[in-house]
């Protein structure tokens, strides 16, 4: 089955956006400086129903280890603080077991990148087990990028709501509103193309 089949299934789908530790030049240098590494500090998702309408909400911070104190880059990246941490975060363990949990009723989860492959990166990083290995995870960011005609470097999740003509959400590097800036383009690609195939 595509890519663009899985989209317009009449399946349940999570829609996820994750964010991580970074520093000015640091995506330029893919992560290659000095004691840089991706480590999750956030998740963010949607369950979306049969009718790619929202029927839950997940959001949760992340404390890093290797890196437990925010850059000022990414603090004012993502707003999200080294207080919110302190006061809401959780170990990388607790948030995907959580996560797997909130995944259980979807056919698969998608994301506009490899954050799938971050999450595994994450897990390796610090010793655990990744708890989201029978999830089905798919990447539809080629997908929607051919769709749109579109250089797959040239758009990030907050802006693709734009690039399909649609309102843009309010926040751009925050996980949840990035996952919701996914999914309302999933949703427009439902109303617009009639076909459904069941999983």
């Known amino acids: 089955m595509t890519t663009m089949e899985m ?11 994750t964010e991580f530790t970074s520093w000015p030049g640091a995506n330029e240098r893919n992560w290659n400086g000095p004691g840089e590494h991706r480590e ?26 290797i890196n437990p104190v925010l850059s000022d880059y990414f603090i004012a990246l993502t707003g999200i603080t080294n207080n919110d941490l302190a006061a809401h975060g959780q170990s990388l363990l ?45 990447d539809v960011r080629q997908c929607l990028c051919d769709l749109a005609k579109i250089n797959p470097s040239k758009v990030y999740s907050a802006k693709l709501p734009a690039v399909f003509g649609l309102q843009p959400q309010a926040h751009a590097h925050d996980g949840l509103s990035d996952a919701r800036a996914i999914a309302s383009v999933l949703c427009h690609l ?9 999983l």
């Open 7 to 17: 989209l317009l299934s009449t399946s349940p789908i999570v829609v996820y956006d």
């Open 190 to 198: 439902r109303a617009k193309y009639p076909q459904q195939v069941t």
């Open 94 to 138: 607790d948030a995907l077991q959580q996560f797997a949990q909130f995944c259980s009723e979807a056919a698969f989860a998608c994301a506009f990148g490899i954050d799938h492959k971050i999450i595994q990166e994450n897990c390796d990083l610090i010793g655990i087990v990744n708890p989201l290995t029978s999830i089905k995870f798919v």
């Open 40 to 65: 999750i500090v956030q998740i963010g998702a949607v369950l979306l129903d049969a009718k790619r309408e929202e029927v839950g909400v997940f959001s949760q911070l992340v404390c890093p280890k």
